[in-house]
């Protein structure tokens, strides 16, 4: 059982920087896919980055060029350093981690997912 515990939402205005971080304990860390997601309220939720443990990323276009994920895994440590960010980024951000052998199929959805942080807000403001 893989515990996920997020940090480091919060305020920003527009064209600002955030890094948010995960922490995981439980489980076989360093083999699993790490991935971020964001939900806002009455929508689905939406898939941003994602990392295995081979180090290859994927990132949503949305996000992609301003987004980086990256991994600790001697510290069990998944981080998303945010940089310009837009209000449209506003939401609540899911650390999540799933099994390694689903990263070709399904990386992107929520589904592939078994363990699930219990959310920080981050809120941008124009």
């Known amino acids: 059982q893989v515990q996920l515990v997020e940090s480091g939402g919060g305020l920003v205005q527009a064209g600002g920087s955030l890094r948010l971080s995960c922490a995981a304990s439980?489980?076989?860390?360093?083999?699993?896919?790490m991935g971020w997601f964001r939900q806002a309220p009455g929508k689905e939720r939406e898939f941003v980055a994602a990392?295995?443990?081979?180090?290859?990323?994927d990132y949503a276009d949305s996000v992609k060029g301003r987004f980086t994920i990256s991994r600790d895994n001697a510290k069990n440590m998944v981080y998303l350093q945010m940089n310009s960010l837009k209000p449209e980024d506003t939401d609540v951000y899911y650390c999540?981690?799933?099994?390694?052998?689903?990263?070709?199929?399904?990386?992107?959805?929520?589904?592939?997912?078994?363990?699930w942080g219990q959310g920080t807000q981050v809120t941008v403001s124009s």
């Open positions: 439980g489980g076989t860390f360093s083999r699993s896919v």
């Open positions: 999540a981690a799933g099994p390694s052998d689903r990263w070709t199929s399904s990386r992107r959805y929520a589904s592939a997912y078994d363990f």
């Open positions: 990392m295995r443990w081979t180090e290859s990323t």
